[in-house]
């Protein structure tokens, strides 16, 4: 199966603060990528998919890069209520074998 | 709207096992891919396999092969997930989650999700 390491797996962050958080593949995935949010106790959230492309809904301050093996996703201003979990996921071989990173927790500072 | 919303939660000894159902409205049953994916307590999100709606089909994750099952009852537009031979570290939330049925970039991820069933295995 193809890993995904995310990091950091954790970032203390204002409100305002510019975040970007990286997501590295074992192998290539060209832009077989996805990223979500997930607050506690609710299920994730999509938020871009095909590495770079918003999902209807989401706010434009969000943005995601890469392709190959390095991915991002940018917080471009964050907001009280982007502090989360974000979680990339790999379907390159979809619909058999997708995988998860270990997540990246935002906290306020 | 798009729903999936799951069964309740269970509590069960280990050696069971648990079946979670996913009730899918808002939508053709059978155009989607019905994924599970679960979450133990403070962990990360682990993908577990996949049913195809149309026809039945399924793909297992290696990890859970000969003790995961998954069906439908296209009736009630309803996914099935068994989990066989429960052990301690099988305690998670287990989702559902739709997914395309083709891999096309055009849109590719699991845009609706069910809100989670809590799986508690213990003595």
């Known amino acids: 199966d193809i890993q995904l390491t995310q990091s950091p797996s954790f970032l203390s962050a204002s409100v305002g603060d510019r975040v970007t958080i990286t997501c590295r593949a074992s192998?290539?995935?060209?832009?077989?990528l996805a990223w979500y949010q997930q607050k506690p106790g609710k299920a994730p959230k999509l938020l871009i998919y095909?590495?770079?492309t918003l999902q209807s809904g989401v706010p434009s301050r969000f943005s995601g890069s890469g392709s190959g093996t390095e991915f991002t996703l940018t917080i471009s201003s964050l907001q009280p209520e982007d502090f989360a979990t974000y979680y990339c996921?790999?379907?390159?071989?979809?619909?058999?074998?997708?995988?998860f990173g270990g997540g990246t927790k935002v906290e306020i500072k | 709207q798009v729903q999936l919303v799951q069964s309740g939660p269970e509590v069960k000894k280990p050696g069971a096992s648990v079946k979670v159902s996913c009730k899918a409205s808002g939508y053709t049953f059978t155009n989607y891919f019905i994924h599970w994916v679960r979450q133990a307590p403070g962990q990360e999100l682990e993908w577990m396999g996949i049913?195809?709606?149309?026809?039945?089909?399924?793909s297992y994750a290696q990890k859970f092969q000969g003790r995961v099952t998954m069906a439908r009852d296209t009736s009630t537009s309803t996914v099935y997930m068994d989990l066989s031979s429960l052990r301690s570290d099988d305690t998670a939330v287990y989702y559902c989650?739709?997914?395309?049925?083709?891999?096309?970039?055009?849109?590719?991820?699991?845009?609706?999700w069910g809100q989670g069933t809590l799986v508690t295995v213990s003595s």
């Open positions: 095909a590495a770079s």
């Open positions: 192998q290539g995935i060209s832009s077989y």
């Open positions: 049913l195809n709606p149309s026809g039945g089909s399924t």
């Open positions: 989650a739709r997914g395309p049925l083709l891999m096309d970039l055009s849109f590719l991820a699991h845009d609706y």
């Open positions: 996921q790999q379907l390159n071989s979809y619909p058999h074998g997708l995988t």
